[in-house]
């Protein structure tokens, strides 16, 4: 397991990672956590000319709220999400549930969205709760809506010369809960199928907002825009949750693998959809 | 159990003393095969076949030679000029060293780089062009069979189609008999699926030839360094007295470190050529995908029973995938290892057993993965067929099986295959474990929750283990007879060395065989060394695998204790002015029968057999001894396990597991705790999640942690252990084998009790590992 030859650039401001990766162009990575991108390294499936490392850059690694988002910096290690008291419904519940212990204390949340993976949870979390991502480049910051910044399997409408800085990600301002609930293989396996739900109630105690996505199912993270829209305006009911949970499993296009028949996915994302969004209206209910 | 008979500062049997090799591995202090450094070290990276079966029309390595820092490219035809091309296997087989002709699966050894430093050695390979011209790659045995099917091994002369081997005994007439007689007849069919020991630590050699002298010195991830060297000096025809091989610290070996690897021939040649050490250590996926895999058959079971729940016979049928080369790890005169034994714990008076193997277009192997060489496909067959003839009979899983034990009073029992089962006590084992779990109350229970819409299982696996080979009439691997040996010397000043010819993996032998001369001796177990793994500096055995080392190796160290014992009674009769015979030896202490003042110690004796001896004695204390064992030694027990199905997904989660073992006397209760805690992770993981299997092109799918699962403390249930003591008769310490038991005997108890969750639906078999798809699949056809 030994990686191919590679220069090292280590960034002490967002503005050399920046331009670092100009110059490195498409043979450069950025290296925060790294704990896809080593071991694909010495797999010798990622072969980066240049890898730029942004662990130095001050500032980017705090997660806080203020002005009614949560911002997630760069630098932020799953680890630290889990620890941190202010996320909220389906960021909190998916934490814990992100790879295992020793890859959540180096891998970062930014670095899992930008990597793409249809198999990572935080881009099927995010679909569902909403987020921004924050890019910056040559000339200056933007923000992405999380759907349009996941473009495919590994791949995001991110540009060759951006640096993901952040995540903005709303908090409800009402009432409001969420669940992440993945079927893993053992602990730091990625999701055989994973739901993430989220749910926001009206004073009535009807659905007033709804986000449903599912993780490892389709050939990227998916939002079933479909479902929420069935969702939302109604009151939490087991009926209706299973009418959701129909939709999510037709949304779902798994395929037969070593982890189980199609078939079989498909009733656990039905399974998983009922369970989650009945957790999310029991938390909403009781906060 | 019996409570130990030496105080706890001497430390003999029973005493759980702390393990005296953990301060230095845990301290970080060590020394594994990649720890070695030795100077001018050239590293070594091997190419691998990315095809399943392949025609090798020709190799370009002149852009790899030209490299900076790469000192040699070897390829098949390079070994082929030394005879080396192709080794002969531990199952009388050939197996490719390099690939010269054909490669036959994915992962198989196409050429090596020797290089300066391993990078340079890796980025070599990718500047390798290999023509390959593709062949059907065939994937299972049952395809490897049929008509027609490409020929794999079409370089050995006179083989004319994929078959292996074929095998059988017992008696074919008696078993037609009783299946005649029988009310019903149950049948399972069922694949263990493959596995692969995946030891923490993967493989490597370090080589050292020394051009001028040529002594090699071999340091190599070896379970039986002594074999290996014999095997060295056939393959490679060095002469044995230059070949010394050390086997340094082992980070688990589980079968895996028994056989001799294309690396070590390669590294070996190319130490020997270019005169300087070579040193190779595999990656985890090269562990994975090229290594000694385990399991792997396909079984059809038969049991003829009668309406009362009498078993009368067993017929089985199996089918082994072999995968390219034949190369099990097992006793010579047996076909398939010692899976006859599957009559299991029961009495009954005929059976047979008809197996054949089938090579295909997978890695080679069968090594006995913590298991004594096939039992555990066997025991998990009998126990799956048990429990299945319970459901058909219409009685009680445990009652069944009680119905059925060999008695206590049976014993030495023959069963109907040949084995001499030595010692047990089946029907209390399998009754202290259903008092411990709960049975009576947990079928209540079962049954409320079956009412709600819930699915609770309770499974059951009493194994019988057959360990400890063996005695040298039945046992040999390659010629040599099973044996191990001990060598004892007891230093001036009390203090003594015990050299085995058996190596630990992480097993303990350091403190427990310490333990056995303490036991005798009655030295302080912490003042005896024990080394073992050097070639040089030990004697001869045949290594630490199918939990042999105690029956075995423990048994020549009781033996060779003894034997230092007669003479320190013989000196102590001599410094007592008392007969040889009124000498009594206990914790130490020798004294006059009759007379306890009249002592001395042993460490007085010590001193005195280089001081002070009886006229015509000779010097030292000091003693070998080589044992062959009479037969081998039956560990036992009864396992029962609790599981709860999620009928929405299929997902099983274990509520609890009882493990009773039954494996003689305890050496060290703490160490034997250990070894079953490991087994019993290793039978969860395989009844659970850990498979490796491969897609139609022959591609391996679990190459790597990510693929192939091992479980975590978090996944891994808590388990309840219990023990029962019935004595080996004839193990001179009434000790049995236990490394294995746990993962020979699991298994079936997580597998039956997912599937007593959904019998009532009238599900009888969901085959290893027992996937969640698997299980909804099966409540989905059933209902």
Sequence with gaps: MFPSRFDLVVAQTVGEAVEAKAAAGEGGRFLAGGQSLIPMMKMRVAFPDTLIDINRIAGLDAIERDNGHLHVGALVRHADVVASGITFGAIASAAPWVADPLVRNRGTMCG???????????????????????????????????????????????????????????????????????????????????????????????????????????????????????????????????EAAELAAVAAEPRDDVRGTAAWKRQVVRTYTKRGLAAAAQQAEGS | MAAPTTPAEIGGIGHSVQRKEDARLIEGQGNFLDDIELPNTLHMAILRSPLAHARINGIDFSAATDLDGVVAVVTGDLMDQHGLAWMPTLSGDTQAVLATDKVRYQGQEVAAVIATDPYIATDALELIEVDYEDLPPITTPQQSLEDGAALIRDEKEGQTDNLVYTWETGDKGATEEAFAQADRVVTLETHYPRSHPAPLETCGILADVNSVTGQATIYMTSQAPHAHRTLFAMVAGLPE?????????????????????PGYVVATAASLLIGQPVKWVESRTENLISTGFARDYYMKGELAVTDEGRILGLRVNMLSDQGAFYSDAQPTQFRAGLFHVVTGSYDFPAAHIDCKGAFTNKAPGGVAYRCSFRITEASYLIERLVQNAAYEVGIDPAEMRLRNFIQPEQFPYETATGFVYDSGDYPTALRTALEEVGYEDLRREQAEARAEGRLIGIGIAHFTEAVGAGPSHTYDIAGLKMIDSAELRVHPTGKAILKLGVKTQGQGHETTFAQIVAEVLGIPANDIKVEHGDTDHTPYGLGTYASRSTPVGGAATAVVARKLADKAKKIAAHLLEAAEEDIE???????????????????????????????????????????????LTYPYGSYIVVVEVDPDTGVWQVQRMVAL?????????????????????????????????????????????????????????????????????????????????????SPAAFVNAVIDAVAHLGVRNIDMPVLPDRVWAAIDEAS
Excluded at chain 2, 241 to 253: A, K, L, M
Excluded at chain 2, 684 to 697: G, Y
Aim: charged share 20%; proline share 7%.
């Design chain 2, 585 to 631: 030896l206990a914790s130490g202490v020798l004294s006059v029968a009759g007379s306890p003042d009249r002592s001395v110690t042993i460490q007085d004796i010590a001193l005195a057999a280089y001081t002070n001896l009886p006229e015509g004695m000779e010097y030292g204390l000091e003693d070998v001894t080589y044992y062959d064992p009479p037969n």
């Design chain 1, 112 to 242: 899992s969205v930008a990597h793409c993976d249809p198999e990572g949870d935080w881009n099927s979390v995010l679909l569902a709760t909403g987020a921004d991502v924050v890019a910056q480049g040559p000339n200056g910051e933007r923000s992405v809506p999380i759907a349009d910044f996941i473009d495919g399997a590994f791949t995001s409408t991110l540009g060759e010369d951006e640096l993901v800085v952040g995540l903005r990600i709303p908090v409800p301002s009402g009432r409001s809960g969420g669940a992440y609930l993945k079927l893993e293989r053992k602990v730091g396996d990625y999701a055989t199928v994973a739901v993430a739900s989220h749910l926001e109630l009206d004073d009535s105690g009807a659905i007033s907002g709804a986000g449903l996505a599912l993780t490892s199912v389709n050939p990227i993270n998916t939002k079933v825009a479909d479902a929420e829209a069935v969702l939302v305006g109604q009151q939490p009911s087991a009926e209706l949750f299973a």
């Design chain 2, 661 to 745: 073992d039954d494996c003689g006397v305890r050496i060290n209760p703490m160490i034997v705790e250990g070894q079953i805690c490991g087994g019993l992770t290793e039978g969860f993981a395989m009844s659970a999640m850990q498979w490796i299997t491969f897609d139609d092109d022959g591609n391996c799918i679990g190459a790597n942690f990510m693929d192939y699962l091992v479980p975590t403390a978090w996944e891994t249930p808590r388990f309840e252990l219990l023990a029962t003591e019935v004595p080996s008769p004839h193990h001179p310490i009434g000790a049995k084998g236990v490394g294995e038991s746990a993962t020979v005997g």
């Design chain 2, 241 to 261: 007295q230059n070949i010394r091989i050390v086997s340094p610290d082992i980070g688990g070996g589980f079968g895996n470190k028994v056989p001799i690897y």
